[in-house]
């Protein structure tokens, strides 16, 4: 016990120490807090990028869907996740010039730079708080089921201690200390998952003999629709389509795109975005396959805990609480995110609603990052479900944003109200289908809000043109390039309705089928690349 203690307090002070070194003055200006100044360049970017989206979900809730539906999860993240980089070339790269050019700060302050409503900007920045807040709690989550399985201490006061932690560092230091802790935290979760990986696997005699085994005893994670006979070919397609319009628009990933030094460093984070996350999903959720030699009988809410259950039984102290540094190092580097993006919403589109000016320092910043840590505190107290179905509903209530932003940045004329009716639409459906009230069919309901949104979006935009007498079709530059539709092909073979039911043969101790996926993922980032180097070719710079 004590060499677990040891281990996690030395974690936590280089946590702290890094923060400290990166922090900011007390009355820095909200670029500075906020978006370190713009100066990230490539490499601090990407690990910030990477770190802040993958969280506490990450590693327990993806090792937890491991377990309870096989590889069946693995493309729809690994795959899913990877080509939602997509979206860094098609609108990070407007954010980042519009944010340059305007001074903008935050995402609700864009949309109200475009559409020139501060109605819609409110509307905007209040759905954003709402849908981040659960996702936000998740992380305190996962914190206490660490601590609670490693070293004892209850689940709520874990929470406690995580969330003080990263409050202090988040204080003190703004994006630019956010940012370096994301960079070293991110490293740490990939080496420390790998190291995981490697001592479950070496424990049941090697990674292919150990998924034989597994393979012998519940074939049906090897397959789709997996485990629990989830995955339909519905309800795979729902997933890739969620993650492709709800990931940018997480508001700690949105705001990333303020802080790149360049366009250029975008378009190289994008590329390589895919990679990152084939490799990075991979590891969690085989840990939660092999997690079933050991933990045959869990159920619910008790998977998303397999991965520090199994560390605990299979290694020693040290090693069992370096490997669980890497959920913790998940977990804080999103929440550190999530606090500084929210609090700069409160501070610089809330609190003005009142108020009606903007603070020229990020004191009140400050004191909203101590208040949100109380909000997902009190939502952590208590967890309502799993770490996968509280994701997936805030992640819907956040994708029904994606119109607004996209057609805000590439159509010529704009209507606040288009996007107003657009956010109502979308918002009303999601809490009707969480009631039960409508029924999804064989998809999620993130698919029929995102079609309700579009449509509501586009028949208002074109109902005002046609009252205007200037209707009519445009398309922007990105919608008629060639390499925009074979990516489009690339989706569409990922819905390899064929393969379904069919575990064998298993390569190395996985599913044929996972291979065609890893090969897909590698397609796209070629095209990719093409296209990037196209479009930086036509403006004369050098990728």
């Not at 936000?136 to 932690?165: K, R």
């Not at 009303?428 to 995102?450: C, D, M, N, R, T």
């Not at 890893?518 to 070629?526: C, D, E, G, P, V």
């Amino acid at each position: 016990m004590v060499v677990k203690v040891s281990v996690l307090i030395g974690y936590f002070l280089a946590v702290l120490l890094i923060g400290l070194i990166a922090r900011t003055r007390w009355k820095s200006s909200p670029e500075t807090y906020f978006l370190a100044d713009r100066k990230l360049g490539t490499l601090v970017l990407l690990g910030t990028m990477v770190a802040t989206n993958f969280s506490a979900f990450t590693v327990f809730g993806t090792s937890g869907a491991g377990y309870r539906d096989g590889y069946a999860f693995f493309p729809i993240m690994g795959f899913g996740t990877g080509f939602m980089a997509l979206t860094f070339w098609i609108i990070g790269r407007k954010i980042w010039q519009v944010g340059r050019d305007k001074g903008v700060v935050t995402p609700p302050e864009l949309v109200g730079v475009i559409y020139k409503s501060p109605v819609l900007s409110s509307l905007f920045a209040l759905v954003m708080i709402l849908f981040t807040i659960p996702y936000l709690a998740l992380q305190p989550m996962a914190a206490g089921y660490v601590l609670e399985e490693l070293v004892g201490l209850d689940y709520f006061h874990g929470c406690l201690l995580v969330t003080g932690i990263i409050v202090l560092y988040t204080l003190r230091g703004g994006m630019r200390a956010v940012a370096w802790t994301d960079l070293f935290q991110g490293t740490l979760m990939f080496v420390l998952l790998l190291i995981s990986l490697i001592l479950i696997a070496r424990h049941y005699g090697g990674f292919v003999e150990a998924n034989g085994k597994v393979m012998e005893a519940m074939p049906e994670l090897f397959s789709r629709p997996g485990g629990s006979g989830r995955y339909t070919i519905g309800i795979w397609f729902s997933y890739i389509f969620l993650w492709f319009f709800c990931d940018p628009m997480f508001p700690q990933l949105f705001q990333r795109f303020f802080t790149a030094k360049s366009e250029r460093n975008i378009s190289r984070i994008m590329l390589f975005y895919p990679l990152v996350c084939t490799v990075v999903f991979f590891m969690p959720i085989c840990v939660g396959v092999l997690g079933r030699l050991s933990f045959p009988d869990l159920a619910g809410k008790a998977a998303d805990k397999i991965l520090p259950m199994v560390l605990t039984q299979i290694s020693g102290d040290a090693m069992a609480a370096l490997v669980m540094a890497a959920g913790l190092a998940a977990l804080m580097s999103t929440m550190d995110s999530q606090l500084l993006t929210l609090s700069s919403i409160f501070s610089r589109d809330i609190v003005p609603i009142f108020r009606k000016k903007k603070s020229e320092n990020s004191i009140t910043g400050r004191i909203f990052v101590l208040f949100l840590s109380i909000a997902g505190l009190a939502l952590a107290y208590k967890p309502p479900d799993t770490i996968l179905q509280i994701a997936t509903q805030t992640f819907t209530g956040l994708a029904v944003l994606f119109p607004t932003v996209i057609f805000g940045l590439y159509l010529k004329r704009v209507f606040p109200l288009a996007a107003i009716l657009s956010i109502l639409a979308g918002e009303s459906a999601v809490v009707l289908f969480y009631l039960k009230w409508l029924s999804a069919g064989p998809f999620l309901p993130v698919v029929w809000v995102i079609l309700l949104t579009f449509s509501i979006y586009l028949l208002t935009h074109g109902i005002l043109l046609w009252r205007e007498k200037t209707f009519r079709l445009f398309l922007p530059e990105w919608m008629r390039d060639p390499y925009l539709y074979l990516l489009g092909g690339i989706f569409a073979l990922a819905m390899d309705f064929w393969a379904w039911e069919k575990p064998l043969p298993l390569i190395s101790g996985i599913p044929a089928w996972m291979g065609y996926f890893i090969l897909l993922s590698a397609a796209q980032t070629i095209l990719m690349v093409l296209w990037v180097r196209r479009d930086v070719d036509r403006i004369g710079q050098n990728l």
